[in-house]
């Protein structure tokens, strides 16, 4: 994906989408978003966005709670494996900005890492690609020598995402043209209306 593309992907995730599954399966790593605005949404199912990060994969979570990160404590270090359901309202979306990265560092009092390369550390990332998260209560980073996009129908390249982008605002500018009996959370307390403060 082109840096285009990438700025397109945060516009997406950042006004209502939410990070609701972190599965790690050995060397690849799965977020999913919920609530993105790609695509015509049904109502009888969500629209996900997920991102997968494989070849030297890491995950590292910056937290004050450790209550906030119960989910790490399934992760089996044996086989290499996590597949939890979270819910997280996202507040920020960054990739490979190391500047926004520091911030974590002085935001968060701990972290904790998973990788399967044995000398990995944060403070040195030397992966091709890596995103940072931040919600309410935890931030994240996450990265990997490959990064892929996928909805639940297809890969994502430039071009389908821009498609999808703009499908969804089609269907934004739509919706507000009718005001459907059926109201959409993620139509009706857009940034588009109602600016944030």
């Known amino acids: 994906m082109n840096v285009r593309s ?6 997406v995730i950042i ?11 050995q060397d690849s790593i799965y977020l999913e978003f919920r609530d993105v605005e790609l695509g015509v949404p049904k109502e009888t199912e969500d629209f996900t966005l997920t991102v997968r990060f494989a070849l030297d994969s890491f995950m ?12 790490l404590s399934r992760y089996n270090y044996k086989s290499q494996l996590l597949s939890e359901d979270v819910l997280y309202d996202i507040e920020e ?24 390369v044995e000398d990995f550390s944060i403070h040195n ?11 309410k209560e935890i931030a994240i980073a996450v990265g990997g020598n490959q990064m892929d996009f996928f909805t639940k129908y297809e890969k ?17 500018l739509k919706y507000h043209l009718k005001r459907n009996i059926i109201k959409n959370p993620m139509c009706e307390n857009h940034p588009l209306i109602y600016p944030k403060k």
Not at 60 to 71: G, L, M, P, R, S
Not at 125 to 135: E, G, H, P, S
Not at 157 to 166: G, I, K, T
């Open 6 to 11: 990438l700025k397109l992907i945060r516009e």
């Open 15 to 25: 006004n209502s989408g939410k990070l609701t599954s972190v599965e790690i399966s």
């Open 60 to 71: 590292t979570v910056f937290y004050n709670n450790i209550w906030d990160i119960e989910f």
């Open 93 to 116: 979306i960054k990739f490979v900005d190391f500047e926004y990265l520091n911030n974590f560092f002085y935001d968060y009092k701990k972290e904790k890492t998973i990788s399967v």
């Open 125 to 135: 990332i030397r992966n091709d690609f890596f995103m940072l998260i931040k919600t």
């Open 156 to 172: 994502l390249d430039d071009a389908s995402l821009r498609e999808l982008s703009n499908q969804w605002m089609l269907y934004f």
